[in-house]
């Protein structure tokens, strides 16, 4: 199974400033036929479900908006919230779904310092 | 709006059965590949396992493997997970969560509110 392991575990930013989490995988998630990065990110907000925010490690999915970026390539990957809002206080979740089992991260805890 | 709604989840003993269904509307199920994820109380997020649109292939994670079965009933959009021999680490929140077309329906674009699982004695 592939293992994702994200950093830090929490965080404290202050509004306005900028957070990164980083989440690598102990394998390539990099499918050598088409260059894509098989690697989404997910939001999960306290008593609701995850969210999709970044799919193909660096698209955003429709909707969601533009503070929020993806990047990184094979092993390494990280999720950056540019300008960090009250209502983006959450969890975050990497998921890599190159090979079964699809596997998350531990999440990182993203809080208003 | 896309809509995913879970039931059938509740309160069972180690070596019970539960079977989830999850209703899908306003989008037919019909072309999506359809997931299983559980959520542990205060832990992270497990994939259990996926269904392809018409039933054929079908994945699981080691842990449920032999005790879990995903089904389809894609004439009434529904979604299921059978599981037996219920064990108290499965002692979760289920979700059922829809395959994002714009990732080749790998990671998923549309989630319900899931439903508890508890397995206790």
């Known amino acids: 199974d592939i293992v994702m392991t994200q950093s830090p575990d929490s965080l404290a930013v202050s509004l306005g400033e900028r957070a990164t989490i980083n989440c690598k995988s102990s394998?390539?998630?990099?499918?050598?036929?088409?260059?894509?990065?098989?690697l989404a990110w997910y939001q999960q907000k306290v008593g609701q479900p995850p969210k999709l925010l970044i799919y193909?490690?660096?698209t955003r999915e429709s909707g969601v908006p533009d503070r929020f970026s993806g990047s990184g390539s094979t092993t390494d990957f990280t999720l950056t919230i540019s300008s960090l809002q009250a209502e983006d206080v959450a969890v975050y979740y990497c998921?890599?779904?190159?090979?079964?089992?699809?596997?998350f991260g531990q999440g990182t805890k993203v809080e208003i310092k | 709006e896309v809509q995913l709604v879970e039931s059938g989840g509740g309160v069972v003993q180690p070596g019970g059965s539960l079977r989830l269904s999850c209703a899908a509307s306003?989008?037919?199920?019909?072309?999506?590949?359809m997931n299983w994820v559980r959520q542990a109380p205060g832990k992270g997020l497990e994939w259990v396992a996926n269904?392809?649109?018409?039933?054929?292939?079908?994945s699981y994670v080691a842990s449920v493997k032999g005790r879990f079965t995903i089904s389809r009933d894609n004439a009434n959009n529904l979604l299921y997970l059978q599981m037996n021999s219920l064990r108290a680490e499965d002692t979760a929140v289920y979700y059922c969560?829809?395959?994002?077309?714009?990732?080749?329906?790998?990671?998923?674009?549309?989630w319900g509110q899931g439903t508890l699982v508890t397995v206790s004695s």
């Open positions: 306003e989008f037919t199920l019909t072309i999506y590949w």
């Open positions: 998921q890599q779904y190159y090979s079964y089992p699809q596997t």
């Open positions: 394998q390539s998630v990099l499918y050598s036929s088409n260059k894509m990065n098989y």
């Open positions: 193909w490690a660096s």
């Open positions: 269904i392809k649109p018409d039933g054929s292939e079908k």
């Open positions: 969560a829809r395959g994002s077309e714009s990732s080749g329906y790998r990671s998923s674009d549309y």
